[in-house]
């Protein structure tokens, strides 16, 4: 799902920057619009945002300030709104808007101010519209830490050891000839004796993998206030 995230800037350097850093998170630069300079006003409606808040933005631009207004999916909406939070010369946009909605200002583009005009007299009758907006904040976080433990073990193995034996057999046997003279004839015999060691190495495995993410939900939340209202009432003499 798209969400739509603005935010209103003193300077060009400081919406550039901002600009810049959206990018960083993965907004794609087509997502990201920038309306500002005191004679580009008229740029803010190709934002296309809400007409309650389009005239307090549009000022905004008029006085030489900068909007930044980026699209953004579900998994960028925390990145980006602490983007537009953090600058030092971000505007906070209630304050602005609530200030600019009491100024003459905006009485003279709303044609909200009451007056007379040759015989007639104009009564302004103002009503209040909930506006309901969203706020990004913190429910919580994780911190991951991987450490190493030696765990001690143990494995069996069977080694062969090979010793040196020597018997002698008593025999009754009588040789001639060639075999009789090779019985008196001197030899050296050697013999070599072997045993198996343990040697032992070391391999890693990975045996499991622990993935940490995030689970996002939605819900709807109904929102319910009082609006006040301007009536009027007229009361015409009888005769």
Known sequence: ?????????????VADLVRRKLGEVGVPERHIHVAGGADRHDDVDTLHLPDEDAAAYKQAVREGHYVVSADV???????????????????DIDAYEADYRASPDYAATTGAAAGTVGDEQSIPLAEERLKVGKRVHERGSAHVRTYVQEVPVEERVRLREERLSVERRPLDQTLTGADAEALFQERDIDVTTQ??????????VVTEEVVVG???TEREEVVRDNLRKTEVD?????T
């Open 1 to 13: 799902m798209s969400h739509t995230v603005t935010a209103i800037f003193r300077t060009a350097d």
């Open 73 to 91: 999916e579900d998994d960028q909406v925390d990145a980006s709104a602490e983007i537009m939070r953090h600058p030092e010369q971000g505007v």
């Open 195 to 204: 045993s198996e060691e343990a040697v032992v190495n070391k391999e890693a």
């Open 214 to 216: 995030k689970d996002v």
């Open 234 to 238: 007229v009361d015409k003499d009888r």
